[in-house]
């Protein structure tokens, strides 16, 4: 354990809180991880394109039931229990994956492994921003984010290194390698602190003051400790359910859901989920080079948040927001029209498709990634932002749920008669215990990704009344705004 009687160390507070955003480097590694999994668990099963939205699914239901757990758990065990436990269900979780003898069980060890991926999504964040040092709090809190997208990254190298085309079980050690980064997590919480809100609100005061002067500024940690008390001591009893309901409450609610539905329905896990897939039907031959075109996506989806990390505070949200979602549209539309001539484009379709999953990867990071998770925090009154960012982070789980469960069927039917695209996939073959090729009809997903597009207008529209500029805006002014029943594009100009 650290040792208490240490003194103020600077960077002691950065290596915990890179230890606890290990969680949303699991976080994406075991969301991006079966990306690269599906063509081959999908033919070593001989499973539908239905089955496999199924196995999809099941990890985002089980983030959503984590999601629903975290905020009593945490606050009755600790931040850093409700984390043990999820970095235990990580293990166990990816050991299950790789072992899963049938797509039912697979079904099964998804479930359980999104409870732990719906437990970081809320806990992760909340543990780093509770330990971490007023002057710093920002900059740590994005790991978190930062880390999604390496995590993204890494599950698709995971699956480059393992992918066999003569091998279908080659699924299998791509899930197993997310034990390495669970047991990192596992190891690393044991030796970190609890956080010194949660201790001071179970009456453990000696032990908050002992950690906050190993993280906070020498200055500043009897103002945190009196901080702290006020807040416990005003919000000593905790808001119902029933007050996020309230009139005046009505408009942070739908910014909530509302940036949560349109970051979801502009398609974003499409491209997560079913990269290689996609590309497999746009024309790269062999499941290897459909995971190189997924590692791609990785890469520019890490680099440009980086990039949002800095454009954030400068741009402002309402700005960013719409730079971003109209380059959204644009890329789905240019998207959508490379499928629709696809037989015309030939060979050069293919790199037409990857140019502009690039440029849509580009746009949606900078933008819809970090605002979904950012906004939420910023327009709830501190009574209630935990319930509120808690319904925000369940809309996300929700929607993005509705999404992998749809998209083949949304290609299924917008794909008119005779136009699907047609691959040839190896098929193991029990009798002969070869592969044998087969002519498999993958629709066409020309519709999927106008539709999308057509979200990513009414998201332009819906966005030009109701998402809020609340850079620079104290969140005390964000509350009274509501309160006073302003509009929320008129926030920046009110208190300028």
């Known amino acids: 354990m650290i040792k208490e009687e240490k003194k103020y160390n600077k960077n002691l507070v950065v290596v915990i809180a890179t230890v606890a955003a290990t969680g949303g480097l699991l976080f994406g590694f075991d969301t991006g991880v079966?990306?690269?999994?599906?063509?081959?668990?999908?033919?070593?099963?001989?499973?539908?394109?239905?089955?496999?939205?199924?196995?999809?699914?099941?990890?985002?239901?089980?983030?959503?039931?984590?999601?629903?757990?975290?905020?009593?758990?945490?606050?009755?065990?600790?931040?850093?229990?409700?984390?043990?436990?999820?970095?235990?269900?990580f293990v166990l979780g990816a050991i299950w994956s790789g072992w899963a003898p049938n797509a039912n069980m697979l079904i099964f060890a998804r479930l359980f492994i999104g409870l732990a991926i719906g437990i970081s999504s809320f806990s992760v964040p909340l543990y780093i921003?509770?330990?971490?040092?007023?002057?710093?709090?920002?900059?740590?809190?994005?790991?978190?984010?930062?880390?999604?997208?390496?995590?993204?990254?890494?599950?698709?190298?995971s699956d480059l290194a393992f992918a066999n085309n003569?091998?279908?079980?080659?699924?299998?050690?791509?899930?197993?390698?997310?034990?390495?980064?669970?047991?990192?997590?596992?190891?690393?919480?044991?030796?970190?602190?609890?956080?010194?809100?949660?201790?001071?609100?179970?009456?453990?005061?000696?032990?908050?003051?002992?950690?906050l002067q190993r993280i906070e500024e020498p200055g500043l940690v009897e103002d945190s400790?009196?901080?702290?008390?006020?807040?416990?001591?005003?919000?000593?009893?905790?808001?119902?359910?029933?007050?996020?309901?309230?009139?005046?409450?009505?408009?942070?609610?739908?910014?909530?859901?509302?940036?949560?539905?349109?970051?979801?329905?502009?398609?974003?896990?499409?491209?997560?989920?079913?990269?290689?897939?996609?590309?497999?039907?746009?024309?790269?031959?062999?499941?290897?080079?459909?995971?190189?075109?997924?590692v791609s996506v990785g890469v520019i989806n890490v680099l440009f948040t980086v990039l949002s990390l800095f454009m954030i505070d400068k741009l402002g949200r309402r700005k960013l927001y719409f730079i971003g979602l109209s380059g959204i549209v644009v890329s789905?539309?240019?998207?959508?029209?490379?499928?629709?001539?696809?037989?015309?484009?030939?060979?050069?379709?293919?790199?037409?498709?990857?140019?502009?999953?690039?440029?849509?990867?580009?746009?949606f990071a900078i933008s819809l990634g970090p605002l979904g998770w950012l906004i939420?925090?910023?327009?709830?009154?501190l009574r209630v932002r935990g319930i509120g960012s808690s319904i925000g982070s369940l809309s996300n789980w929700l929607f993005n749920g509705v999404v992998a469960f749809t998209f083949f069927k949304i290609v299924k039917l917008f794909t008119a008669s005779g136009s699907?695209?047609?691959?040839?996939?190896?098929?193991?073959?029990?009798?002969?215990?070869?592969?044998?090729?087969?002519?498999v009809d993958n629709g066409n997903p020309v519709g999927a990704f106008w539709f999308y597009a057509f979200i990513g207008i009414l998201g332009l529209v819906w966005g030009y009344y109701f998402l809020p500029e609340t850079k620079d805006v104290p969140l005390e002014k964000i509350e009274e705004h509501w309160r006073q029943g302003k509009k929320p594009r008129d926030l920046k100009e009110r208190v300028d």
């Open 34 to 89: 079966i990306s690269g999994a599906i063509p081959f668990f999908q033919q070593d099963f001989q499973l539908s394109n239905s089955m496999v939205e199924n196995i999809t699914t099941a990890g985002l239901v089980g983030a959503v039931i984590g999601a629903m757990l975290t905020g009593k758990l945490s606050d009755i065990f600790g931040r850093k229990k409700t984390i043990l436990v999820t970095a235990i269900i």
């Open 129 to 157: 921003a509770e330990i971490s040092p007023t002057k710093m709090r920002g900059r740590l809190v994005s790991l978190f984010q930062l880390l999604i997208t390496i995590g993204i990254l890494v599950s698709y190298l």
């Open 166 to 211: 003569n091998n279908l079980e080659s699924w299998r050690p791509m899930f197993y390698m997310g034990v390495i980064p669970g047991l990192f997590l596992l190891i690393g919480m044991f030796f970190l602190p609890e956080t010194p809100r949660w201790l001071m609100s179970k009456g453990r005061e000696d032990e908050s003051r002992k950690i």
């Open 225 to 294: 400790i009196q901080r702290m008390k006020g807040e416990i001591e005003k919000y000593k009893e905790r808001a119902g359910f029933k007050e996020i309901f309230r009139p005046w409450l009505r408009t942070a609610l739908i910014i909530a859901v509302g940036i949560m539905f349109i970051q979801q329905f502009v398609g974003i896990n499409t491209v997560i989920y079913y990269s290689p897939k996609i590309f497999m039907i746009v024309g790269f031959e062999g499941a290897r080079a459909d995971i190189w075109g997924a």
């Open 332 to 363: 789905l539309f240019a998207l959508g029209m490379v499928f629709a001539f696809h037989t015309a484009l030939g060979d050069f379709g293919k790199w037409m498709a990857i140019s502009f999953v690039w440029i849509y990867i580009a746009f």
């Open 376 to 381: 939420i925090s910023e327009v709830f009154p």
């Open 420 to 439: 699907g695209i047609i691959t040839q996939e190896k098929l193991y073959d029990e009798t002969t215990h070869t592969f044998v090729t087969h002519a």
